[in-house]
């Protein structure tokens, strides 16, 4: 047994924060509860100072085997093997834990595997305790049409016949073939599915609000999925496309920059979830991208910083996605902080990392410090509530009842 001793704890889903503060851990759970309801003298007893105890952080938008160390945007794609992209992974999720994200959901690989699901592999290495890293929901390969935004061909506009893509790496035309997509990733251990429902601002024809799909085979998606228990999370930038994604069933809306006010309406009425990614409008380095994508993010980046508040102020469903890499891994809390910017309040903001991710990938064991969950604590300086900046900071991870960060030297 373990007992977490802080100056302060909070708990994301009152607000209130407790002085002292006491978790105590049992193997992998909580068993003390938190706050006053913990008891120090039984077992180890970790000081960790001036600090405050929260739940391990949420990233509901992360692609561990994009980005990394070494990793360029134009050679990657075509040189870089499986094997080589899952050895760049283990830093990322490395780095992705150091930064007090305990859990993530890989949401939707869109890189040649030869049909692997590269993120299964990655999440049962980390569950193996072979390697550190978040506990992963993955998605496996994204769905999307011939050219849609998260075909890999499009990003570097690839000439015919350059890295042929199959089905089984989410390359789906039709109901029939969508159908067939989905059932492949399930089978092979996706826990999730991720489609592609709009164009993007990096895509290289299109605008970024087009819808990419059909109504019918967005429909055939969600159909396949839910029927296996699984949830749709949809990379969707324009109104319109919200809008068919939402009424095909789609349960969550990734970026959204386009969204208006009677889309954000249709949302709140049928409980469909927001991950914003907000804070990768400043993050991106577009210096190297082509003048028509410059010039379309100039366009869509000034709307898309309107979006959180209005979306926030309707009662729509946020969780925190931070998209990384196009935000650096190990770097997350930017997104935290981006999202105050944006006119959200630090406590709707943790809510959105712990809470509510644990909402939305449907688990009640951890998203608090309560007796009975999953032992996934961090602490960070100050109180986080008066200066979210703080999250940028943690000095300390547990994950699971293990220290991966701060512990004794």
């Known amino acids: 047994?373990?007992?977490?001793?802080?100056?302060?704890?909070?708990?994301?889903?009152?607000?209130?924060?407790?002085?002292?503060?006491?978790?105590?851990?049992?193997?992998?759970?909580?068993?003390?509860?938190?706050?006053?309801?913990?008891?120090?003298?039984?077992?180890?007893?970790?000081?960790?100072?001036?600090?405050?105890?929260?739940?391990?952080?949420?990233?509901?938008?992360?692609?561990?085997?994009?980005?990394?160390?070494?990793?360029?945007?134009?050679?990657?794609?075509?040189?870089d093997d499986p094997p080589l992209r899952m050895l760049r992974a283990v830093g990322n999720a490395r780095r992705t834990l150091r930064s007090g994200f305990t859990t993530v959901r890989n949401l939707g690989l869109f890189v040649k595997t030869g049909g692997y699901l590269l993120d299964v592999a990655l999440a049962k290495a980390i569950d193996a305790g072979w390697i550190?890293?978040?506990?992963?929901?993955?998605?496996?390969?994204?769905i999307t049409p011939t050219g849609g935004h998260l075909d890999p061909t499009m990003f570097a506009a690839y000439a015919p016949g350059i890295m042929p893509l199959t089905l089984e790496e989410g390359i789906a035309n039709g109901v029939d073939e969508v159908r067939k997509a989905v059932r492949y990733q399930i089978k092979h251990g996706a826990q999730l599915i991720k489609v592609?429902?709009?164009?993007?601002?990096?895509?290289?024809?299109?605008?970024?609000?087009?819808?990419?799909?059909?109504?019918?085979?967005?429909?055939?998606?969600?159909?396949?999925?839910?029927?296996?228990?699984?949830?749709?999370?949809?990379?969707?930038?324009?109104?319109d496309a919200v809008r068919g994604a939402v009424e095909a069933g789609i349960d969550c809306i990734e970026h959204g920059f386009l969204l208006d006010d009677e889309t954000i309406e249709l949302m709140v009425e049928r409980g469909t979830f927001l991950v914003p990614t907000t804070a990768l409008i400043e993050g991106m380095d577009l210096s190297r991208a082509a003048p028509e994508l410059q010039a379309k993010a100039a366009e869509i980046f000034p709307q898309a910083r309107t979006v959180v508040a209005k979306a926030v102020k309707a009662g729509?469903?946020?969780?925190?996605?931070?998209?990384?890499?196009?935000?650096?891994?190990?770097?997350?809390?930017?997104?935290?902080?981006?999202?105050?910017?944006?006119?959200?309040?630090?406590?709707?903001?943790?809510?959105?990392?712990?809470?509510?991710?644990?909402?939305?990938?449907?688990?009640?064991?951890?998203?608090?410090?309560?007796?009975?969950?999953?032992?996934?604590?961090?602490?960070?300086?100050?109180?986080?509530?008066?200066?979210?900046?703080?999250?940028?900071?943690?000095?300390?991870?547990?994950?699971?009842?293990?220290?991966?960060?701060?512990?004794?030297?």
């Open 1 to 79: 047994m373990i007992t977490l001793k802080a100056a302060r704890v909070l708990h994301v889903e009152t607000g209130a924060i407790e002085e002292p503060g006491l978790v105590t851990v049992d193997g992998d759970r909580i068993t003390g509860g938190a706050g006053g309801a913990g008891r120090a003298g039984e077992g180890e007893v970790l000081d960790l100072g001036d600090v405050t105890l929260l739940p391990g952080l949420m990233d509901m938008e992360v692609n561990l085997l994009m980005g990394g160390r070494g990793e360029t945007a134009v050679l990657s794609p075509v040189q």
């Open 132 to 142: 550190d890293g978040p506990r992963i929901v993955p998605a496996g390969h994204a």
């Open 196 to 239: 592609c429902a709009s164009g993007g601002v990096m895509s290289h024809t299109g605008t970024p609000g087009a819808q990419h799909y059909s109504d019918e085979e967005l429909r055939a998606i969600v159909d396949e999925a839910h029927r296996r228990g699984l949830k749709v999370a949809a990379h969707t930038h324009g109104a």
């Open 316 to 409: 729509v469903k946020i969780a925190v996605g931070t998209d990384a890499p196009a935000i650096p891994h190990g770097r997350g809390a930017q997104e935290l902080i981006t999202l105050v910017e944006r006119g959200m309040t630090p406590l709707e903001v943790l809510r959105a990392a712990t809470v509510n991710a644990a909402e939305l990938i449907g688990v009640d064991d951890r998203g608090r410090l309560a007796e009975g969950l999953l032992a996934d604590v961090i602490a960070v300086p100050g109180n986080p509530l008066e200066d979210i900046s703080v999250m940028a900071d943690v000095m300390f991870v547990m994950k699971g009842g293990k220290v991966f960060r701060g512990g004794p030297s």
